[in-house]
C-alpha cells in the first residue's frame, strides 16, 4: 500500500504516489536551481512542467488514476537532467546522455506533429509548417503550391482548409513536436535561445527600417499614418461645421429644444427658459454660456482639423488652443452654474391636502369631468405638449393619480394632495397651494376634472395631484367601466388627459 498525493501541473491535476511528487518536487527545483542566470528561466520551467503534465497523462486511463514513481522517472528520463544546463558542468555525466540519446531516437518518432509556422509564414504557415513536418526546403514547397496554384484543381481549397484545420505552433514544444526533436531540457535551451536570436534579428531589422527615412517600410508608414491625420482632420472640420450651423441656429433662429412627433408641437429656447430656468437674468446667462462654449469648442474644431490636414506647426496655434480652451471652459461652468440653480429649485417638496368631504352611500360613483385638453392651440403665445397646455399666463397640466384605504368607520373620506417642488419647503409649500383643480362631491357623485392649473410664475416644477379615497368596509367606488372595492385598497389607479380611468392591480 502506497500513500497517493494530489498535485498541480500547470492547470491540470494528477494524483500520483507520494515518493513520485518527491522526485518531480526534487526535479523542478533543480531545474530552477539550475537555470537561475538563464533570462529564459521562467519560460523553460513552465515548458518543462507542461510537458510533464502531457507525459503523465499518456499514463493514465479510466481504470487507472494514479501515476506511479517508476513512470515519473520515465518521464524524468526522457526530459533530461536539469544540471545539463550548467556552463561549468562537470564531465561526469556523460555516461547518462547515451541512454538519453536512445530514449530521445524512440520519442521523436512518436512526437513529430504537424503545426503551422506563423513565425516563418507568407500567408498563414501552411506550407513552412509541411516544409518542417516532411523535412523538406520551404522555397521549394511554396514554388510548387505556386505552380499549382496557377494550373488550378484542388490546391487553394487545400490550403484554406490547411489554413482552418491545422493548429499554430504558440509554444516551444510545438516547435520541437513540428521539426520531430525530443521534448528534453537541451532541446528546450536551444529552442529558446533561437527565438531570443529570431526576435533580436527581426527587431534590428524593422528598427533600421524604421530609422531609414528612404526605405519602403517608412514610407508606407509615413503615408498611412499622414492618410488617416487627413481623415481625422476632416472629421473634426465636419463636425465643427455641424456644430456652427446648430449655433448659429440657436443664436438667430427660435432654436427647438423640444419636440412631440404626436403633434408636431416645438419648444424654442426661450419657452424652454420660461417654463424651467429661474428667472430670465439666469436664462439670459445660460444663453451666453451655451454661445461662450460653443464657439470656444467650434474654434478648436476648425483648428485642429487645418493643423492636422495642412501640417500646421506653431507656437501661436498651441497659444490660441490654450486660449480657446479656456474660453470653453468658461461657458461650460457658466452652464453648470445656472443650471445648478434650477436644479436646486427641486430640492424640497412641499404638499397641501384638501378634504373634500365624507360621505355615507354604499356606492361613490366618480364623473370625470372636461375629457382633454385641447390639441388645437398653436400659436406664439399659446401652444401645447402631450399631458401639456401652455397659455400665456398659465400652465394646464393633466393626469390625477388615485391611492385607496380602507375607512376606520362607516363614511367614505375624500382628500386631494397637491405637491410641487422648490427652493426652500415655504416656497414648494406655497406652488401646492398655487394648483388650481376643480372637484366637488354632490348627491353621493364626486366630480373631478382631469386637468389642473398654475401659474407660469411657479414654473413646471413636478406640480401633481393626488386623490385618495378611504372605501368603507364593504362598500365601493364605481368609475364607467371599473369597480374598486374595499378588498382592493392595495391597487392604485390614474385619470389620464383623455378622462379614461386607468386600474393597476398590486399584488401582495
Request: net charge negative; aromatic share 12%.
Amino acid at each position: 500500500m502506497k500513500k497517493t498525493i494530489s498535485i498541480h501541473l500547470l492547470g491540470s491535476n494528477f494524483l500520483v504516489e507520494e515518493d513520485a511528487y518527491e522526485l518531480v518536487k526534487n526535479y523542478l527545483d533543480r531545474l530552477n536551481d539550475s537555470l537561475r542566470n538563464s533570462p529564459d528561466r521562467k519560460e523553460i520551467c513552465e515548458d518543462v512542467e507542461l510537458r510533464i503534465a502531457e507525459l503523465a497523462t499518456a499514463y493514465l486511463s479510466e481504470k487507472k488514476q494514479v501515476v506511479t514513481f517508476e513512470e515519473m522517472s520515465t518521464i524524468i528520463n526522457t526530459l533530461g537532467q536539469p544540471e545539463d544546463f550548467l556552463e561549468d558542468e562537470i564531465a561526469g555525466e556523460k555516461e547518462d546522455k547515451t541512454n538519453e540519446k536512445s530514449s530521445e531516437k524512440k520519442f521523436s518518432k512518436k512526437e513529430r506533429r504537424l503545426f503551422r509556422d506563423t513565425e516563418n509564414s507568407v500567408i498563414a504557415g501552411v506550407c513552412s509548417g509541411l516544409a518542417a513536418y516532411f523535412k523538406i526546403d520551404t522555397v521549394v514547397l511554396r514554388i510548387i503550391f505556386i505552380l499549382l496554384g496557377f494550373a488550378g484543381g484542388f490546391i487553394i481549397p487545400f490550403y484554406i482548409i490547411m489554413w482552418f484545420i491545422v493548429l499554430s505552433a504558440k509554444t516551444n514544444i510545438d516547435r520541437l513536436q513540428m521539426q520531430g526533436k525530443p521534448i528534453n531540457l537541451e532541446n528546450l535551451k536551444e529552442e529558446f535561445q533561437e527565438a531570443t536570436y529570431r526576435f533580436s534579428k527581426s527587431s534590428k531589422k524593422f528598427e533600421r527600417e524604421i530609422s531609414d527615412k528612404d526605405s519602403p517600410l517608412r514610407q508606407k508608414i509615413t503615408h498611412l499614418s499622414s492618410f488617416f491625420t487627413k481623415i481625422i482632420g476632416a472629421a473634426f472640420l465636419v463636425f465643427g461645421s455641424i456644430l456652427l450651423i446648430g449655433l448659429l441656429t440657436f443664436t438667430f433662429v427660435d432654436w427647438e429644444v423640444l419636440h412631440i412627433e404626436k403633434n408636431g408641437f416645438q419648444l424654442n429656447f426661450n419657452q424652454f427658459c420660461e417654463l424651467f430656468i429661474v428667472n430670465k437674468s439666469s436664462a439670459f446667462y445660460l444663453w451666453i454660456g451655451i454661445l461662450v462654449a460653443g464657439l470656444g469648442i467650434v474654434s478648436l474644431m476648425f483648428i485642429q482639423g487645418a493643423k492636422l490636414i495642412f501640417r500646421l506647426e506653431s507656437k501661436w496655434i498651441k497659444i490660441v488652443k490654450i486660449a480657446l480652451f479656456i474660453v470653453a471652459f468658461v461657458g461650460i461652468g457658466i452652464i453648470i452654474l445656472e443650471g445648478s440653480q434650477t436644479g436646486a429649485d427641486f430640492t424640497n417638496r412641499g404638499e397641501f391636502e384638501q378634504v373634500i368631504g365624507p360621505d355615507s352611500t354604499n356606492v361613490l360613483t366618480v364623473e370625470i369631468l372636461n375629457k382633454n385638453i385641447p390639441d388645437n392651440i398653436h400659436n406664439d403665445e399659446d401652444f401645447d405638449f402631450e399631458g401639456f397646455q401652455i397659455l400665456e399666463n398659465e400652465i394646464i397640466q393633466s393626469g390625477i393619480s388615485i391611492n385607496y384605504a380602507l375607512s376606520e368607520d362607516s363614511l367614505f373620506h375624500v382628500y386631494v394632495e397637491y405637491s410641487a417642488f422648490g427652493k426652500t419647503n415655504s416656497i414648494a409649500n406655497q406652488r401646492s397651494k398655487n394648483i388650481k383643480h376643480i372637484i366637488s362631491l354632490e348627491n353621493h357623485h364626486l366630480k373631478i376634472s382631469p386637468n389642473y392649473s398654475y401659474s407660469v410664475k411657479d414654473k413646471i416644477r413636478g406640480q401633481t395631484v393626488m386623490l385618495k379615497i378611504a372605501i368603507p368596509a364593504g362598500k365601493s367606488v364605481q368609475f364607467r367601466n371599473t369597480i374598486v372595492r374595499s378588498e382592493d385598497i392595495k391597487d392604485s389607479g390614474f385619470i389620464n388627459r383623455y378622462g379614461e380611468y386607468e386600474h393597476y392591480v398590486h399584488e401582495d
